[in-house]
């Protein structure tokens, strides 16, 4: 698909972020689904202070780090590295991964070499202790990403 492709009316309104002067809308917006986890709608991120978003990407990012860790013990063309805030992960068979904290905006992004870049926020799930990295624009999590791409599983200690 190219950038500029004409949408159905419908994909336009679902748009509402910004001003659509004609019916032609980005690839990216185009891609939009609804927002989802588990049977919930999300829209927007949990509000969280600084310290609590600390705590649950640090936590994550390091059960990511252990599990990628884990597969290059199994496969040592497998390459990981935890450097300056950054995990980068090659993975001979899907190419290079980049992980890290965005604080200003309390988002972890993910570069993947297969579904591209993503920036993912934290929603908790009303009336649980935990929650869940998700990419807003579709709803998915970096959990499932992760797992779907590289097969990994990420233990999500510290984020209860």
């Known amino acids: 698909m190219a950038i500029g492709r004409e949408v159905p ?11 659509i002067s004609s019916a032609l809308v980005p690839m990216a917006l185009e891609q939009s689904r609804g927002y989802a986890v588990g049977d919930e709608s999300v829209k927007e ?3 969280i202070s600084v310290e609590r978003y600390h705590e649950v990407a640090d936590a994550y990012l390091e059960g990511v780090q252990q599990s990628l860790e884990e597969l290059s013990e199994a496969d040592e063309s497998v390459d990981v590295e935890f450097s300056a805030g950054v995990l980068t992960a090659v993975i001979p068979s899907a190419g ?3 992980i890290n904290k965005q604080p200003p ?3 972890i992004w993910l570069s993947s070499p297969v579904s591209g870049p993503k920036r993912y926020d934290y929603v908790s799930s009303e009336g649980t202790a935990g929650g ?13 990403l992760l797992k779907e791409e590289i097969d990994i599983t990420v233990d999500k200690h510290g984020d209860e």
């Open 45 to 47: 991120p949990t509000a």
């Open 132 to 144: 869940e990295w998700v990419y807003l624009r579709d709803g998915s999590t970096m959990t499932n």
């Open 9 to 19: 009316r419908e994909v336009a309104r679902q748009c509402s972020r910004q001003t």
């Open 105 to 107: 905006n309390k988002q």
């Open 96 to 98: 290079t991964y980049v």
